[in-house]
């Protein structure tokens, strides 16, 4: 104990004002929306105790299992993608642009931090059929393939939302993994070359295991966050056509906001929560497995 | 990294980069080998540029093009005149003057409290002494991980209880809540790096903690304060979720929103404002990037904790 940094009221002082915003507009509400799930009605009309209801609802409901494929779908598939990419443009840094990297990082690493809604505008132009072909479509047809109507089906609309948040992240995670890349010490690599490792044999045997710490933590922050998925489809395709692309997020606004039913709309989004808690601490438990088992 | 042999540098093939580093290379055995390396790599990184940049140029073309231009002439010809009529259209009738104060009152008010508030919780969690810190210090983590879906029903029941619906109140507070998580515990996390002897001492020259934090404390924290309103910036500013559930007029959208609409508001699509538009939205954004990227990519991956 440090009786010079232990003082009550200069505690409260410093702490009060974050705690008591934390506390009324965080987690007073997610007690108030666990509330909700057993209640039918809204804000305007009032709420009535449904009892179970909900969860009934959830069970039985086609169009929350959709929601949940899709976005467990889309977690897999963007965590896969987005690493993997990150993983290689570290690489590229590292191990062949070196003292150079740092424009290409630079230039790379932009799209990461522009409005999820422009990129999503942008990326319609170029993938748009009609009334006129978009970037995409001109090229395939000057190849001599024919257009496609990217938005009109769900697997090519979900393809191009893959398509456009991998461009919007894998420089994101590129420079998390650089990052991982550089606290590797010189001398390991130095050594291994000695030892004759080169090439992909360096970067299998050597750089894979020690940064597979940062990799596994990287895979978590994706996880996390491609499960809560909603600006890039929703500005994208709307979870069009009809509810193909619909994630948990946007079923939960819809059900909340367009059909006004907030108890069954807190289910969902009751549903997310631990979907994402699950994963997350599924992921650390492997995780520690693995590195005890080495 | 340096490599066993430097002699070749490892720059890739573009023309004229990499010719005034060219020295003697000492091992002629592998230099043919080397040389098809450095083409490949200089390629995939002339690929790389292109599927990264290539989209951003043709926005900026686009917002300069006509309608006609638009329908009659190849996607990727360049505009045949550099006139602004998009730019002034997308401002004035397209609101975009409106929503850009809209953004500008809500993220920058929440953005000063989240940085006052956060870092005085930091320091407090960090540096003082106290019972159940630690127990504080994983409610706030815990806040980081529960999605924003799970909060925005009751609060948005409780503000139009309130009477805060139809004003900015809504996404002042709600940006303030849900940014001070990250906060605090990034603002720990650079209070922990910050020797405790600073701090006692000042306790010793008769500071007390409130002084000592202020004058003492957010001095020696001034870059990671820098860093994670950086970080905090770019997510209220790019935020949908929360503006478009508590903007419920028109007159209340954010740049987000009010760009989400901009289609629908024109009937079919015009083409040269929407590009317009999109470079609009774009352009804040681009002119802190150009300056404080470094700072911006630091900050940005220290807060990949919030998905």
Redesign the interface.
Same mark, same amino acid.
């Given at each position: 104990?440090?009786p !010079?940094? *232990?003082?009550?009221r200069? $505690?409260l002082?410093?702490?009060g004002?974050?705690?008591l915003?934390?506390s009324?507009?965080? /987690?007073?509400?997610?007690i108030?929306?666990f509330g909700?799930t057993l209640t039918s009605g809204?804000?305007?009309t009032g709420f009535t105790f449904s009892g179970l209801e909900n969860y009934q609802r959830l069970l039985t409901d086609t169009r929350v299992r959709d929601a949940l494929l899709l976005t467990v779908r889309y977690a897999v598939l963007m965590t896969i993608l987005q690493v993997g990419f990150g993983y290689l /443009?570290s690489l !590229?840094y590292?191990?062949? +642009?070196?003292k150079?990297s740092s424009a290409?990082?630079? /230039?790379?690493?932009?799209?990461?931090? !522009?409005? @999820?809604?422009?990129v999503a505008?942008?990326?319609q132009?170029?993938f748009a059929i009609a009334?006129?072909? *978009? !970037?995409v479509n @001109?090229a395939l047809e000057a190849v001599g393939l024919s257009s496609v109507d990217w938005f009109g089906d769900g697997g090519t609309a979900f393809l191009v939302i893959i398509i456009m948040d991998v461009?919007r992240s894998m %420089?994101?995670y590129g420079?998390?993994l650089y990052?991982g890349l550089l606290d590797i010490p010189?001398e390991v690599?130095?050594s291994a070359?000695?030892d004759g490792a080169s090439g992909f044999g360096l970067v299998r045997r050597i750089v894979l295991p020690l940064s597979l710490p940062v990799l596994v933590s990287?895979l978590i922050?994706?996880?996390? *966050? $491609?499960?809560?998925v909603?600006?890039s489809i929703?500005?994208l395709t709307n979870g069009g056509p009809g509810t193909s692309t619909s994630p948990l997020?946007i079923y939960?606004?819809d059900t909340?906001?367009r059909f006004g039913q907030?108890g069954y %709309? &807190?289910t969902?989004?009751?549903l +997310? $929560?631990v979907v &994402?808690?699950l994963v $997350?601490v599924f992921i650390f438990r492997a995780n520690r497995r693995d590195l005890t088992k080495d | 990294m340096t490599s066993v042999d430097t002699a070749v540098p490892a720059v890739p093939a573009v023309p004229g980069s990499a010719t005034p580093l060219r020295r003697p290379a000492p091992r002629r055995r592998g230099s043919s080998r080397r040389r098809v390396g450095q083409i490949v790599s200089g390629a995939l990184v002339a690929l790389l540029l292109v599927i990264v940049v290539g989209p951003l140029v043709w926005m900026l073309l686009g917002s300069f093009k006509t309608q006609t231009e638009f329908l009659e002439q190849p996607v990727w010809a360049l505009p045949q005149q550099w006139n602004f009529d998009n730019y002034v259209f997308a401002w004035t009738q397209g609101n975009f003057a409106q929503y850009a104060s809209n953004s500008v009152l809500t993220v920058f008010p929440s953005l000063l409290l989240v940085l006052l508030f956060g870092s005085m919780a930091g320091f407090a969690l960090e540096v003082l002494v106290w019972k159940g810190r630690g127990a504080i210090l994983i409610t706030f983590l815990a806040g980081i991980m529960v999605p924003t879906q799970m909060i925005l029903l009751p609060l948005f029941a409780a503000y139009f209880r309130l009477g805060l619906t139809g004003t900015l109140w809504p996404l002042l507070i709600t940006y303030t809540a849900t940014s001070l998580p990250l906060a605090v515990f990034l603002m720990a996390t650079f209070f922990r790096a910050v020797p405790r002897e600073i701090f006692e001492a000042a306790m010793l020259d008769g500071a007390g903690l409130i002084r000592s934090f202020f004058l003492v404390g957010l001095p020696m924290v001034r870059n990671a304060l820098f860093t994670v309103g950086l970080v905090q910036f770019f997510m209220l500013w790019n935020d949908l979720l929360i503006a478009l559930t508590f903007t419920n007029s028109g007159s209340l959208r954010t740049l987000q929103v009010g760009l989400l609409n901009f289609t629908g508001q024109f009937g079919s699509v015009q083409y040269g404002p929407l590009f317009a538009a999109i470079c609009l939205n774009v352009v804040a954004i681009l002119v802190i990037y150009l300056f404080l990227n470094k700072q911006v990519q630091k900050g940005l991956t220290a807060g990949a904790v919030k998905g």
């Open positions: 104990m440090n !010079l940094l *232990g003082d009550r200069a $505690t002082i410093l702490i004002p974050a705690l915003i934390y009324v507009v965080m /987690l007073v509400p997610i108030v929306s909700y809204n804000a305007i /443009l !590229l590292v191990f062949v +642009l070196r150079w290409v990082r630079t /230039l790379v690493f932009f799209p990461v931090v !522009l409005p @999820t809604v422009a505008l942008l990326f132009q170029m009334p006129q072909n *978009g !970037l @001109t461009w %420089g994101f420079v998390l990052a010189e690599f130095e070359r000695i990287s922050f994706s996880v996390n *966050g $491609t499960l809560k909603f600006d929703l500005a997020t939960m606004f909340s906001f907030y %709309g &807190s969902v989004a009751f +997310l $929560t &994402s808690l $997350t | -």
